[in-house]
């Protein structure tokens, strides 16, 4: 059974940075990738970046590319979410997830995808 796990959330001012990370277990995530979404009080699920299982390929959603760096630790099941340069509009509960099915690539739809963690709060305070 596919488990996702996100850590590392936290209170942090604007203009710092955090470190996101999401465990991966219990699938094949080969020619797969992780996605990181975001969801904020009130606003719907925004999809954040997302990065190919052997970390080579990524892409970034248009408000965060400049600023967050998607990563994935080739020895380990982990991708991470580095965050820098943080706004209070990044304020929102961030998940990582899944769609073991073709097409994973660029699908930023959080209703294509099959699996889910239970996501980390992201606070920034202004």
């Known amino acids: 059974q596919v488990q996702l796990v996100e850590s590392g959330g936290g209170l942090v001012q604007t203009g710092g940075s955090l470190n996101l990370s999401c465990e991966a277990s219990?699938?094949?995530?080969?020619?797969?990738?992780i996605s990181w979404f975001r969801q904020a009080p009130g606003k719907e699920r925004e999809f954040v970046a997302q990065?190919?299982?052997?970390?080579?390929?990524?892409y970034y959603g248009d408000r965060v590319q400049d600023r967050f760096d998607v990563s994935k630790d080739k020895t380990k099941n982990t991708v991470y979410l580095q965050m820098n340069r943080l706004k209070t509009d990044d304020t929102a509960v961030y998940y990582c997830?899944?769609?073991?099915?073709?097409?994973?690539?660029?699908?930023?739809?959080?209703?294509?995808?099959?699996?889910w963690g239970r996501g980390t709060q992201v606070t920034v305070s202004s």
């Open positions: 997830a899944a769609r073991l099915r073709a097409g994973w690539f660029g699908e930023t739809r959080s209703e294509e995808y099959d699996y």
């Open positions: 219990g699938g094949t995530f080969t020619n797969k990738g």
């Open positions: 990065i190919s299982w052997d970390g080579e390929v990524s």
